[in-house]
């Protein structure tokens, strides 16, 4: 299941498990505990530990079967579809409350080579879960990214809804979360790259008995990576990353506001 994505590298409760079948023209079948297809709709998802790339789209789950195509039907086009039944735990092995009753989803993704120098990609997918207490979540994405020679510039769009959700400001509320997220990645040279990411979240609640405001987050991401040593499939690479986030109206709540700064740095060694 090769991707390209970081599927929550570093967190030490991610476990992934599963089996399957598959052939080179007819593609994939696999079922178990596994990063799902939909975690590669998104196009931005290109920094390191501060991506804000986590996205709306249910893109992990436990217990399913999920069927994906790489090429093999036509060249630069993948796609997947996903399915799960009951589960009582979440993808961490821990149990869940209320119980997941069902799960799925499903995407695609294009690549259009424009010339030597040049390529588009165009993705869209959804995710639907349902949980026992009649809680439903359901999102869309779409994402585009288009690379020029060393550069590359992505966009992602996403919403998802929630319904029946219980909060402070009462229950059966709905939850409305809009999203955009850009990123500019600049391959300096072979070992040394660049990049810059910004964020912006929009989330409402609807049909409460107390009042509730927009909460409106921006989030801004710049980093840098070097690659220290590559020998064949073995890479090792020092980065550095900072970011800042602006909420306003945290948690729903009128004029409260909230501003932090983080920065880290890190080593990673892929084989």
Known sequence: MASNRHNNFGHIYTRQLYAGFGHKTYGE?????????TDEIKQTDLPNTYSLSDGL???NARRVVQYTNRGG?????????YYG?????????LDIEPHRNHVWGGGA??????????????????????FANGRQVTAYSFGNAYRFDHTILGLDLEHRNTANLSTNFGNGAKRAQYEARAVVFQELNEDWN????????HNKLKNTTVSATTEKRSEVMLGTEYYVYKNDSLKLKPFVEGKVARVKNLANEQDVKQRDYAAVVGLRAYW
């Not at 079948?29 to 297809?37: A, D, H, P």
């Not at 039944?85 to 092995?93: H, K, V």
């Not at 993704?109 to 349902?130: C, M, P």
């Not at 660049?194 to 979240?201: C, D, G, I, L, N």
């Open 85 to 93: 039944a009951t589960s009582p735990r979440g993808t961490q092995g």
């Open 194 to 201: 660049a990049y810059a990411m910004y964020a912006y979240r």
């Open 57 to 59: 789209l249910n893109n």
């Open 29 to 37: 079948l696999v079922y178990g505990n596994m990063t799902t297809f």
């Open 109 to 130: 993704v294009y690549k259009h080579n424009i010339d030597d120098l040049q390529d588009w990609t165009s993705a869209a997918g959804f995710s639907r879960e349902t």
């Open 73 to 81: 039907i036509l060249p630069n086009l993948k796609f997947g579809a």
